[in-house]
C-alpha cells in the first residue's frame, strides 16, 4: 500500500508498457539519456531485471516538461510515466524523480520503508561519475566538495543582487524603500558565475545529490 500521497497520485500514471526492447546505451549519450537497474529475486529465487530508462529528449514532449521515465523488465518495455514516476514492484516500488539537471533520486523502495539506490549504467554520465568514485574516492571528494563552492558562492552573490533589482521596483520601494547592493558584478562576471552554477549543478545530479536551497525546487 502507497502511503504517500504524492507517490500514490504517481502510480496513478503509469501506463503500461508496449514490450520494445531495450535499446543499449551508446557512449555518445550521456548528455541525453540516463539508464539505471535494479535485480530483484522472486520467491522462486529466479532473478528479474528492472531497467529505468530515462531520455532527456523527452522533456520536450510533456506539458510540464518534466519528461518520461520507461521501466523494462527483463530487457522489454514494462511500463512507462511521466515525471515523477512511482513503478510499482515487488516488495515496493522504483521512485524516479527529476530535477532541471538531472535526478533528484532513482531509488527502489520497500514497503518497509527501506531504500536502495538504483545502479546507473557504466557507460552513462552517472555511471562514469560513479566509477570515479570507486577507483578514486579522494578525488571524487574533491570534485564534490569544488561542485559545492561553485554553487555557494554564486548563489552569496548574487542574493543581494536580486534584492536590490526588485527593491527599485516602484510599488516595492515605495512601501520598503531602496536596497543598495554592496555588490556590484560586471554582467559578463554574472553570466560566468552562472555557469559555474549550472555546471556545479549538473555534476551533483551525476551524484544523484539534491538540495532544495542550492539545487532549486523544480
Not at 520494445?20 to 529466479?46: E, H, I, M, V
Not at 545502479?119 to 561542485?147: C, V
Not at 551524484?207 to 523544480?218: E, K, M, P, Q, V
Request: proline share 6%; charged share 20%.
Amino acid at each position: 500500500m502507497i502511503k504517500n500521497h504524492k507517490w500514490r497520485k504517481a502510480a496513478q500514471r503509469v501506463k503500461a508498457g508496449n514490450g520494445r526492447s531495450l535499446k543499449p546505451f551508446r557512449w555518445w549519450q550521456p548528455l541525453n539519456r540516463a539508464l539505471f537497474y535494479l535485480t530483484l529475486t522472486n520467491d522462486d529465487g529466479r532473478q528479474t531485471v528492472f531497467a529505468v530508462d530515462v531520455p532527456y529528449w523527452q522533456q520536450f514532449q510533456t506539458d510540464d516538461g518534466k519528461g518520461k521515465a520507461h521501466l523494462y523488465l527483463d530487457g522489454k518495455h514494462h511500463a512507462e510515466s511521466k515525471l515523477p514516476a512511482a513503478f510499482p514492484v515487488p516488495g515496493g516500488m522504483i521512485i524516479v524523480e527529476g530535477s532541471a539537471f538531472g535526478f533528484k533520486r532513482c531509488d527502489y523502495v520497500t514497503t518497509e520503508g527501506s531504500k536502495q539506490q538504483l545502479s546507473p549504467d557504466e557507460r552513462s554520465a552517472e555511471g562514469r561519475r560513479a566509477r570515479l568514485e570507486r577507483e578514486h574516492p579522494a578525488l571524487s571528494r574533491w570534485i564534490g566538495f569544488l561542485s559545492l563552492i561553485m554553487l555557494i558562492i554564486p548563489i552569496l552573490l548574487a542574493i543581494p543582487q536580486v534584492i536590490d533589482a526588485v527593491s527599485q521596483v516602484p510599488p516595492i520601494a515605495e512601501r520598503f524603500g531602496n536596497f543598495n547592493s554592496p555588490i556590484a558584478l560586471p554582467i559578463w562576471l554574472n553570466i560566468t558565475f552562472g555557469l559555474c552554477a549550472v555546471a556545479a549543478s549538473m555534476e551533483r545530479a551525476t551524484r544523484l545529490r539534491w538540495n532544495a536551497l542550492l539545487d532549486g525546487s523544480s
